[in-house]
Each structure stands twice: as structure tokens, then as C-alpha cells.
């Protein structure tokens, strides 16, 4: 089998620092990272390995999936990157390179993905656009890297991930994670673009639901991943909203 440009070469010790520097960027960045619906990833069919996908609309992506998928789902995790060139230590931790810029470089990898697909212990994430596009940009368009996927193998586990980055009322901003449905294909692709279409509409239908409930402060089942230390100006709110409008406190002045 010919392999991509990059492939992936776990190793425990690098991914140790690899992680632990990854991590501090994260929970340094963003005050509180939020899941919803994480069960779906546990609902998925045993028989077969996984594949996660999301849409690409910042640099955070690739961290933010990296770290749900270990911290939440505990998942043997692989990443499809492009330009892994720029930061092959990555491969360190699961990542290997597409290049979308040459097909049958991409071929290359979309078979090396399906074989990694072939162990039921895997997961893969990518993201199927192909390229990094604004994060309420519509259409949203995959790529038919996933049908192709899909078509290499006996089974597979479809799971949609829509992220949402928004301040809400710190000073950093916050994630919203939500889980879609696990679909399960089991090689009954007939027309790989047809189903392609059918992806991209399910996953518009989970990122426009999504975006509509957080945009009406609606954050029902979403679950505490990581919180931040409040900064000191919000520590200190309570202390000084009692000093200033505490009733005993203009008396005294008084």
C-alpha cells in the first residue's frame, strides 16, 4: 500500500510533552470548553472503528478535537492534517498528512486512513472541507474524502462534531461542543456523491441547531469540560458590588 507524504508514528514520551504543552495552549486560551451529547460517542457499533468529523474554521480546530477526544471520548485517535509538513512532530501523537493539492497524493492517504479504520480500536478525525473556512459560512461543502473512506470498508462509525467558539460572559472565549448522531455505514455506498450531499446536510442541520440555541442562551445539556480560574476583575466583582451598593455601607457614610 502506498502511504501518504507523513504518516503517523505514535510514541509515548513525545506525546506526553507533546500533549501536556498542547493542553496548557487550550485551557490558557479559552475560560471553559463545554460537551454536549458525549454518550452518542459511546453509542456507536462496537464492530467498528471510528470516524469523527468536523468543520475547519480556526487554528484551535485540530487542538480543541485532539483534546475532547482524549480528556471525553479516551479515544486511540489518528488526525488526517494538511501542511503536517509545517509541524510534523504531530505525527508523534496520530497525525498524518493529506495533500489535497495533488489527487493521488490524497488518494494515498485516504487509503492509509482506511486501513487504520480497518483495527475496531481507531478513531480518525478530519475535517472534510479541506480547507479552513469561516465558521458561519454556508453552503458548508465536504470533500469526498469521507464517502471514499466509507467505500474501503466493511463498517465504519460516522460521528459529526459541530464546534462553537463565542464569549458568552468572561473575558476569554468559550467552546461549545455537540455531538451528533453516530451513523453506522456498512458498505452500502452506491453513489458516493449523492451521500457526500447527505453528509453535508446533516452536518449544516447540527451546526445551524446549535448555533440558533446558543445565539437564544440556550445551553441545555451542555457538560463542564474544563473551567478556568475566574480572572481577578471578576473575582473581585462581588466584593466591590457590596462595597458600593451595600445599604449599611452609604449609612456609614452618612
Known amino acids: 500500500m502506498d502511504k501518504p507524504l507523513i504518516t503517523a508514528n505514535k510514541n509515548l514520551l513525545w506525546a506526553m510533552l507533546i500533549e501536556t504543552i498542547m493542553f496548557r495552549m487550550v485551557e490558557k486560551t479559552f475560560y471553559s470548553i463545554h460537551i454536549k451529547n458525549k454518550d452518542y460517542f459511546r453509542m456507536k457499533n462496537p ?115 459541530s464546534a462553537k467558539y463565542t464569549y458568552v460572559r468572561q473575558t476569554k472565549p468559550e467552546v461549545f461542543i455537540e455531538v451528533g448522531e453516530p451513523i453506522t455505514v456498512e458498505n452500502t455506498i452506491s453513489n458516493k456523491r449523492a451521500y457526500t450531499r447527505q453528509l453535508e446536510e446533516n452536518f449544516t442541520a447540527l451546526a445551524n441547531s446549535q448555533i440558533e440555541n446558543i445565539s437564544k442562551g440556550e445551553f441545555n445539556g451542555y457538560e463542564l469540560v474544563y473551567q478556568d480560574k475566574l480572572p481577578l476583575i471578576r473575582r473581585i466583582e462581588p466584593i466591590t458590588t457590596k462595597l458600593i451598593f451595600n445599604k449599611k455601607f452609604f449609612n456609614f457614610r452618612k
Open 47 to 161: 464492530k467498528y472503528a471510528t470516524l469523527i468529523y468536523g468543520s475547519h474554521s480556526c487554528f484551535w480546530d485540530g487542538s480543541v478535537a485532539y483534546y475532547i477526544c482524549k480528556k471525553v471520548f479516551d479515544a486511540n485517535l489518528y488526525m488526517m492534517i494538511q501542511e503536517l509538513y509545517k509541524l510534523p512532530l504531530l505525527s508523534r501523537i496520530g497525525g498524518f498528512s493529506i495533500e489535497t493539492s495533488s489527487a493521488s497524493e490524497a488518494i494515498k492517504s485516504i487509503d492509509y486512513a482506511a486501513n487504520l479504520l480497518n483495527d475496531k480500536n481507531n478513531a480518525i478525525w478530519m475535517f472534510p472541507q479541506g480547507r479552513v473556512m469561516p465558521p458561519d459560512y454556508r453552503p458548508i461543502k465536504f470533500k469526498s474524502g469521507l464517502s471514499n473512506i466509507c467505500t474501503k470498508l466493511k463498517g465504519v462509525n460516522l460521528i459529526p462534531v
